[in-house]
C-alpha cells in the first residue's frame, strides 16, 4: 500500500511508486517538504529510532495525515474482500511476500490464516519509513512481532539470500492508484516475478481488467479545450491564439475523478467496454496496446473516455472489488462500493471539441498501457484514417497547465470579473510598472493588452523559464511586444530598485495563483501576502495591491461520507488499528491538545453534502499591511436542521478597495478546492443546538491556519 496522494507540502515525487523525494542515511530518511508562505525547500529528518510520544516528530505526522491511507483504511469492502481472498488462498502455512504493506494489514491477514504456529513466514516489504514506525506499532498492539518479518526497503530492492531466505509462494499486494498502474504495478510484479516469487505463484489480488465509457460532458470539455472555450471571451485576450492549438493545455494522461459527481451531467455514447486484463499470477509486460470496435449509442460529441478497473481477488473468481462509477450495472456477484477518495474513476480528454458520432456508428478506439500509465486514441468514423490524439508537432513548445486552471481560464465570468479589476487599476496610469507576482501568465498578458504603454515584471515561481516561452510565443497574436514584459529570477527577498529600472512598482498583482501548489489548503495562496511584503521597499508610496485583501469565509456541513472515510479506525477484520489515529489525523477523541487537521477536497465531489449554514466571515487579511499573525471569530447560525460533520473553509479574494470585485473560491465554484475542518464527532444541530462559535488563527511564519470549534 504505497503512498496515497502524497502530500501536498512535498515539492515533487519520483515515478516508480509515487514516493517522495527521500534520501536515506543509516537509520534516517530525509524528506523534501515546501513551506507554502515562501516556495522554499526544507528538509524533514525521519528517524527509525526516535522515541515515539507527545514530542514526537509532529511534521512527519502533520505529513502523514494529510495522505489518503486513512479514507483507505476506512473501506470496508476492500478490507473484506481481501481478508476473505486472502483466507480463501492461504490455508496452510507458506511463505508470503507483501509488497507495499502500508500499516500490515494484509500481512497479518496472512499470518492468522496459517495459524498461529507458523514464525516469520510472512514478509512485508514497506520503504516509506514514517509507515514502517507506524507498521511496528500495529504488529506490536496485535502481538504480531513474531510472526512477520518487516523489511524496510522497496520491493524492487530486496534480494534473495539477504532479505528473504527463499521465493515466495504467496504474494498480497496492494499497489494500485484510481488508474491501476499509476503507483508502479507493472514493475513491481516483473521484479517480483523475475527474483522474489515461485513460478505460477498464487496472488491476491488474482487479476485486474480496466474498462472505459465514451461519454458526452460539457463540464468534462471545459476541463481541457481552452481554445474552444475561451471563444466567447470579450476581452480581446487569446490565451490560445489561431495557429498555435497545442501552445497550452492539460497534460495528455488519465485524471481521477469523481465521476459519480457529474453523473446528471453526462450523456452516455456507448456500452461499457473491457480494456486490458492483467493476471497477477504472471509476468506482465512493460508495454500492451489494443484497438476495438465501439458502437455508438446515441448520436452526441464525445469529449470524454470515462475508465474504471475490477478487481478479481480470488483465482476462482467470486471475491470482486470495483471501482465503477454508480450508473453501472454491475453482476450480482460485484457491488459499489462506499464513497472513498483513495480511488475514483479516470477520465482522457478527447483533444479539441471531441468528435461527433451518429447512433449505431462504430468508433475505433485504440489504447496503448506503458507500465506506468494507459493512455488512448480515437479514430473518427467519418475518416477512419484521421485520429483525435494529443499533437506535440508543429510548436516546440507546449505549456501544460491543471484542468481546473484551464476551466478557469476559459470561464467567461472570471475573465470579465478580472477585465474589470485590472482595467479600473490601470485607469489614470501612464508607463506603470507592474509586477505580477504569481504564475499568472493571463494577468501578464491581460495588462499588456489593455495598456499599450506599461512595463510587466513577471517572476513565475512555479512556471519559471516555461511562462516567459509561453509568452514569447503568443505575444505577436496578442498584439504586443514581447520586450514590455520581463522575467526575473531573483528572489523576492533581494529585489532592488536596480531590478526595477531605478523605478517603483506602480501595481503589484496576482489572482494569485502558484503552479503546482493544486493540492494546498485555500489560505496557502496567502503567499502573495508574504511576497506584498517582501516587495515593500520597492512598492511606489500609491502602489495599487491587488487583490488588497482576503477574506476567510466558512459555512456548515453535513458531509457524512467524507467524515466515515476519516473516522477512526478500531478494528479492521479483527485487527486494532487505533494506535494509528492520532498520527493520521482521524475523527475522534485525539490526544492533549491536538487537533485534527484541515484537508483540502473540491466538495462538491463529496458524495453526500448539505449546507446547514450560510457563509460567513471568520476574518480578514488587509494586503496593504506587512504580513502578520491573524486571528477571527465567528458566530455561526445554523440554518438548516441536520448532523453537522464539520465546516467548509475558502478564501474570498477582494480585488478593489470599494470592494466592489470580489472572486470566491467557495464551495460553488467547482474548480477550487475548499479546506475541510472536520469535526471529532458528528453534532446534530437545529431546536437543541442552533449556534456555534469558530476561531481561527494564522501563523505567518509557517502558514497554518489554527481552527478551532464550540457548540452551544
Known sequence: MFHRNLLPLLSKQVTLHLKPRLTRAMSSQFQLRVNPLTGNSEWIVIDENEPEG???????????????????????????????????????????????AGTGLLSMMAARAMGSTTCRMVTACESYLPMVKLMKKVLRLNDMERQIKLINKRSDELELGVDINSRAQVLVSEILDSELLGEGLIPSLQHAHDMLLVESPETVPFRATTYGQLVESTFLWKLHDLRGNEAEACDGIRLVPTGFENVLGVKPQQYAFHCDAIADEVKLLSEPFKIFEFDFSKRPESRGETELSIKATDDGRVHAVISWWILQLDREGTIFYSTAPRWINLPVNISHGDWC??????????????????????????????????????????????R????????????????ERIAIYGDSEWRHTMFNAISNALQGRVDPLCIVADDSVFLTLLIAHLSKTSHVISFFPGLQDKGLQYLQAVASANNFSVDRVEYIKKKKTKLTVHDTHQRKVDLLIAEPFYYGTDSMLPWQNLRFWNERTMLDSVLSEDALIMPCKAILKACALSIPDLWNSRRSLSKIEGFDHSVVNSTLGACGELP????????????????????????????????SKPIMPSHGKSQVEFTEPGICHGFALWIDWVMDSENSIVLSTGPDKRYWKQGVKLLAKPVGVGKSCSSAVIEASFDPSSGDLDVRHAFS
Open 592 to 623: 492533549g491538545e491536538q487537533e485534527g487537521p484541515c484537508l483540502p477536497y473540491f466538495i462538491w465531489q463529496c458524495g453526500n453534502v448539505k449546507k446547514l449554514s450560510e457563509a460567513f466571515t471568520v476574518m480578514e487579511f488587509d494586503f
Open 54 to 100: 507527545p514530542t514526537s516528530n509532529t511534521s512527519q505526522n502533520a505529513l502523514l495525515a494529510t495522505t489518503s491511507y486513512l479514507d483507505m483504511l476506512n473501506d470496508s469492502p476492500r478490507n473484506r474482500a481481501y481478508r476473505q481472498a486472502i483466507d480463501k488462498t492461504v490455508t496452510k502455512p507458506c511463505r508470503v511476500l507483501d509488497i507495499g
Open 388 to 403: 483525435m490524439q494529443y499533437d506535440f508537432t508543429g510548436r516546440d513548445f507546449k505549456l501544460i497547465l491543471p484542468p
Open 341 to 386: 477518495d483513495h480511488w475514483k474513476q479516470c477520465v482522457w480528454f478527447v483533444p479539441g471539441e471531441g468528435m461527433s458520432v451518429n447512433k449505431d456508428e462504430e468508433v475505433c478506439l485504440h489504447a496503448v498501457h506503458t507500465d506506468i500509465s494507459i493512455s488512448y486514441t480515437i479514430k473518427s468514423p467519418v475518416s477512419r484514417n484521421k
